[in-house]
């Protein structure tokens, strides 16, 4: 069992647990979000569609209020640092291929120009031929401290693409984790 660092992230899993499935992973057409109402402000839904295409496909209210609208639709990928695009979207891809969930605590910069600490959750779902290519994801804020970012001194700052990873863990949901890791947390 994965020690999650915010009860709703715990709330999220035990959710998706109860989505019914044939196998390890449920189809996308059994998630009903109203049965998870109290979470969709937090909620998140990636499409899987290339190694340098992953589209947002949902961003809950919560997350459109703290990152903005505008994302909703894009490529996720283009909201990432340059030089960490690719191995983001290889540890996207894990969850599809092994299958497994993911766990991420990371710094983020909000639009109100701070930054908070967050922790993510990512479960795959099947789409209707049976693939991964969907990830719903759900993220919680840990504690209430907000500052500057940290501004990085050997590049171009970009706020739209700030992250500051602490953590990435994959979680187990009955074939395994993925053995990978990304360097230089």
Not at 32 to 60: N, Q, V
Request: net charge neutral.
């Amino acid at each position: 069992m994965v020690d999650f660092k915010h009860p709703r992230s715990a709330q999220f899993f035990q959710f998706w647990r109860t989505i019914p499935r044939e196998g390890l992973v449920p189809y996308r057409q059994d998630y009903h979000p109203e049965k998870a109402a109290a979470l969709l402000p937090t909620m998140m839904m990636y499409e899987l569609i290339s190694a340098d295409h992953i589209k947002i496909r949902l961003m809950g209210t919560g997350i459109t209020q703290d990152f903005g609208k505008e994302r909703e639709g894009k490529n996720f990928l283009d909201f990432i640092e340059p030089q960490r695009r690719e191995k983001v979207s290889q540890a996207l891809w894990e969850i599809a291929r092994v299958p497994c969930g993911m766990r991420v605590v990371a710094e983020h910069l909000l639009q109100s120009g701070l930054t908070v600490k967050l922790e993510s959750v990512g479960l795959p779902l099947l789409n209707r031929e049976g693939r991964i290519s969907w990830i719903l994801f759900q993220r919680n804020i840990l504690g209430e401290e907000r500052g500057l970012p940290e501004q990085p001194s050997d590049r171009e700052f970009d706020p739209r693409t700030y992250v500051r990873l602490f953590l990435r863990d994959y979680i187990d949901l009955g074939a395994g984790v993925s053995a990978f890791c990304e360097e230089n947390l």
